[in-house]
T-cell receptor, first 113, second 116 residues
């Protein structure tokens, strides 16, 4: 079974500063990795995903993440955040065979002016 | 892109009544649909996995007689919360998988259930 650990429950940051949201996973099989964003009272929006190939994945809204197999990490980064990036961010893992997805506990990103 | 809708977006009901939530894939056929529950300020917890035409597979600790799932077609799955109680109040989110190679799931906007 897979599991995901998001190391920071809350990340406050000032506008235009860089940010990194950390995610580690564990799995005995090969996995797919995802980052989702959730705004209040809304569903999930996919930011980016790692399926295979290049370990640096670029997503929407200027976000990117790097898959590190040796460290079992998939940290999310953005070089300059905006107020509108304030939201809850979830890292998720899905295995190749069953497709069911496991989510981390979430990281609340708060961007301050 | 693939779109998943949920209806209703929010519902308030009295304790003891049953509530049905619909999940539809609007522009693709979903071989598998998933139901998640999210309590305030918490992550999404997988409740069950449903494949079209077969019985749903429930996660450990989820009561299958309380949370009835029907996946009657490739575009529709329903979750019925039977005899709802205040502790069932939550945000319910469905997702649908296209069945392609990458197992990508597309999420619905969620349904806020409040049981009085």
């Amino acid at each position: 079974a897979q599991s995901v650990t998001q190391l920071d429950s809350q990340v406050p940051v000032f506008e235009e500063a860089p940010v990194e949201l950390r995610c580690n996973y564990s799995s005995s099989v090969s996995v797919y990795l995802f980052w989702y964003v959730q705004y209040p009272n809304q569903g999930l929006q996919l930011l980016l995903k790692y399926l295979s190939g290049s370990t640096l994945v670029k997503g929407i809204n200027g976000f990117e993440a790097e898959f590190n197999k040796s460290q079992t990490s998939f940290h999310l980064r953005k070089p300059s955040v905006h107020i509108s990036d304030t939201a809850e961010y979830f890292c998720a893992v899905s295995d190749y065979f069953h497709g069911d997805m496991r989510f981390g506990a979430g990281t609340r990103l708060t961007v301050k002016p | 892109g693939a779109v998943v809708s949920q209806h209703p977006s929010w519902v308030i009901c009295k304790s003891g009544t049953s509530v049905k939530i619909e999940c539809r894939s609007l522009d693709f056929q979903a071989t598998t649909m998933f139901w998640y529950r999210q309590f305030p300020k918490q992550s999404l917890m997988l409740m069950a996995t449903s494949n079209e035409g077969s019985k749903a597979t429930y996660e450990q600790g989820v009561e299958k007689d309380k949370f009835l799932i029907n996946h009657a077609s490739l575009t529709l799955s329903t979750l019925t919360v039977t005899s709802a109680h205040p502790e069932d109040s939550s945000f319910y989110i469905c997702s649908a998988k296209t069945g392609g190679v990458y197992n990508e799931q597309f999420f619905g906007p969620g349904t806020r259930l409040t049981v009085l």
